[in-house]
């Protein structure tokens, strides 16, 4: 089943010269649900951008975004936030946990933006997710006592709290070492699958991309996919 | 619901987590409103005080008063004797139930320490209720004392203190002279205003003359008082003044007038002062909710990434103001009720209520007015304040937002 479908997408933006820098150029891009997608590219290639169009941050100049095959761009603004709140999730490089909060509270976040059982379970749910992530020791802990690893599987468990069908994971493991980074992404590939979510990985380190079932390249504003051919499989 | 609830929980978090931050700010909007709250509050007791103050000299709105008929041809003062009658009749006719007859007298009082004149009044018994008068000790005449053997006489401070402040409960007398020389029991005493150093008393006007029969020339003429409803007073000046001239004759100069203090002038003559208050307690709020959008709008622009955290996790715009909002407007609302909380302990001390309403008879509850007025105010700081932070907040992108 089809979850995101890009169609054709370009983002472009004008400079303040007045001329215009084309960042995406005809991407096209096809996600199932359950599916593992990296896509890898050097700084500056768009990443981010197309992050951004695929979390429903942001609006493509020109081509289709479908979720669920519903046109995004038909979508009004609060609608695509309330879309985005309840079945995307971000895992960002830098964690971008709330300072000051606890592990549970960061989780909780959310759910406050959820309705019925799940704003009303918030704790609960928050609670069991961390200790779905091995930090139920670490509820009562604010970001600054927390490692690297510890903070980014606190975002982990805060974007899998409401149970999106999609998880958009920039840079994962950009701000933590080797081992910390592999942990934290079969974490992150096993939470996903065990809940039937889309993950797709922006990264520039192949070791991530190669974790994915389908790995993409961007490069300047041009997305290649990776995946052999038949032919060359035969080979 | 889960809406408001969630940005109310957002709005706690945030005033817990930056606590020290949210309370320094809110320190301004305390004190302004409990400033604001006092301010309108002593200003309505003092309003009060001042209310009783003329109350107690002219009456309680609306008085009417019937000055002692005058025969501008003869020079001469209508004997009470005469009008008497014809006000009871009015009395009767209209229902009016507070009329009363005051007489200035001239007297002399013994003291320890000699003989001392004194102001002495001659009234009846509504006189002190039309005029609030308030007793330090004892009570006031009621109409058994009309038939007292000895007459009874209510004294201010200052001669009950030459007397030596003997207890009411022994029934002390006092000795009077007009003309003659006689003995009244003290029922009750009335403070003494701040520089009253003469002795002074009252006492019923039937009692006067039953002491004193023949010494009318020692007393000043009467006058009468009506305390009657404001929406009847002009219609009232009007008839009491053609009936009193119709009962007497021709040649009489007879005058009623409203003499409250709300018949001085076409404006109230109270509202200068209000204004004064509310002017510096506007003023007050207004540099406390200066500060306070000064604070949060540099609070805003430093948790950019946070709103952009929470864009990115499913709030709307709408959600997002709505917690910026409720962060200023809780914060305002806890610090706007301590506010008003300080300023009711603060104006009804003991100690301050001597000093902005001494003698007040009827000191008035802190005003629940005054206690609104702070509390919407504070409401309404936090909700101005919280504005021009909360448009920022909603315009914040969020991918910028989640990179600065």
Known sequence: MTLLRLEQVARAVELPDGSRLDILKGIDLVVDAGEHVSIVGRSGSGKSTLLNLLGLIDSPSSGRILFDEEPVESMPGSRRDRSRGRDVGFVFQQFNLLPGRTATENVVTPLLYAGGQQFWRRRRLAIEMLERVGLGHRLASTPDKLSGGEQQRVAIARALVRRPRLILADEPTGALDVETGAAVMRLLDEVATSTGAALITITHDPNIAAMASRRYRLEEGVLQDLRPVAGEIAR | MNGFLGALIEAWAEFRVNKARVVLSLVGVGVAVLAMTAVVGVGQIATQAQI?????????????????????????????????????????????????????????????????????????????????????????????????????????????????????????????????????????????????????????????????????????????????????????????????????????????????????????????????????????????????????????????????????????????????????????????????????????NDFVMQYIAPGVTDPPPFPAEAALVGFLAATAVGALAGLLPALIAVRVKVIDAIRY
């Open chain 2, 52 to 348: 009783e103050q003329l109350e107690a000299s002219s009456g309680r709105p609306a008085t009417l008063y019937l000055s002692t008929p005058y025969n501008s041809v003869t020079g001469q003062s209508a004997d009470a004797a005469t009008v008497e009658p014809v006000v009871a009749a009015l009395a009767e006719r209209y229902g009016i139930q507070y009329v009363a007859a005051s007489t200035w007298l001239n007297a002399e009082v013994q003291t320890p320490n000699g003989v001392e004149g004194g102001d002495g009044r001659g009234v009846d018994v509504p006189y002190g209720e039309m005029h609030r008068i308030a007793l330090a000790e004892g009570h006031w005449f009621t109409a058994q004392d009309a038939d007292r053997l000895l007459p009874a006489v209510i004294i201010n401070d200052y001669l009950w203190q030459q007397l030596g402040a003997p207890s009411l409960t022994t029934h002390p007398t006092l000795t009077l002279r007009a003309g003659g020389t006689a003995q009244a029991v003290i029922i009750g005493v009335q403070p003494s205003t701040p520089y009253e150093n003469y002795p002074r008393f009252f006492i019923l006007n039937s009692a006067w003359q039953t002491i004193q029969p023949a010494s009318a020339a020692m007393n000043g003429a009467s006058n009468w008082e009506f305390w009657v409803p404001a929406g009847i007073a002009d219609e009232l000046t009007a008839r009491i003044k053609s009936e009193v001239s119709a009962a007497i004759g021709d040649g009489w100069q007879v005058s009623v007038n409203r003499n409250d203090y709300l018949a001085w002038g076409s404006s109230d003559p109270l509202g200068p002062l209000r204004l004064v208050l509310l002017g510096v307690a506007g003023l007050v709020l207004l540099l406390g909710a200066l500060g306070l959008v000064n604070i949060s709008l540099v609070t805003v622009r430093q948790r950019i990434r946070e709103i952009g955290i929470r864009r990115a996790f499913g709030a709307t715009a709408s959600r997002v103001f709505l917690a910026v909002m409720l962060e200023s407007v809780v914060a305002t609302v806890v610090a706007g009720a301590i506010g008003v909380v300080l300023a009711i302990l603060l104006v009804r």
